[in-house]
């Protein structure tokens, strides 16, 4: 299967880790050029050697996706430097404290977490849909969790993902007459640094989730990459407003 994504421009927030820093490896395998967006320095610019190395193409931008001067400089670098944008992969995320039941959850703990994993995606849509639709079209994907559709975590987070897959359906009705087509995509238990943090605070909380899951493993976060790509590509040409498990059939159960 052929996913050419050669002369398209795709952004990947926080590219600079896990399941972004995968995925836009792979847009960048698949022949696009990749704005990598986070808020970690060091991450983003490692991502963008990984690249390099490879002998693809990537520009590191430092974004804070809650912050709209940030975002509009993250697009206006896929435009200004490579000429436009057809893919986006809005994907940075925080946790948030995982331990506070809702009696117990900080309201700095709530507004951070819905700025950065709602707004932020909102924002982010916002203006990628501005310039997606002065343009051919193109796709994007946002980062749900299974957590968007069950109460696996805090408040602040399952709420964050049960929005990101309403914004997402939103979207997909209001730009399907732009060609542009936007999913969700709905992580399981995947081993990276979010998973290594809960880990280290409750070992036994990851381990539950795992288990409830007929595929008992952690996921890689290849897998969601490989996900996100064929989203994102001509092979899911008829696919939007979709909420697209990646979770070992959790949510089967
Ligand atoms: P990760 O911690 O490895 O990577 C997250 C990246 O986002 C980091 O590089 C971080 O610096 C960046 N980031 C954080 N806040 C940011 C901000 N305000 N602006 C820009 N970048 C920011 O975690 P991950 O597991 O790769 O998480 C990626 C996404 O997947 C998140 O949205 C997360 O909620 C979601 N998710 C993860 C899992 C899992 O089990 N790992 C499961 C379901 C959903």
Known sequence: MSLNMTGKT???TGAGSGIGRQTAQRFAAEGASVVVADVDEDGGRQTVDTIASDGGEATFVETDVSEP???AEMVDTAVDTYGGLELAFNNAG???DWLSPTGQTDRADWDRVIDVNLTGIWECMKRELQVMSEGDGGAIVNTSSFAGQRAAGNSPYVASKHGVIGI???AAREYADADIRVNAVLPGVIDTSMIDRAEEEAPEGVNV???RQ???RKGKPEEIANAVVWLSSEEASFITGNAYPVEGGYLST
């Open 10 to 12: 795709a952004v990947v």
């Open 69 to 71: 001067d940030d975002v």
């Open 94 to 96: 925080i946790e948030g």
């Open 168 to 170: 997402t359906r939103v």
């Open 209 to 211: 989730f795992v288990q």
């Open 214 to 216: 007929p595929i008992s």
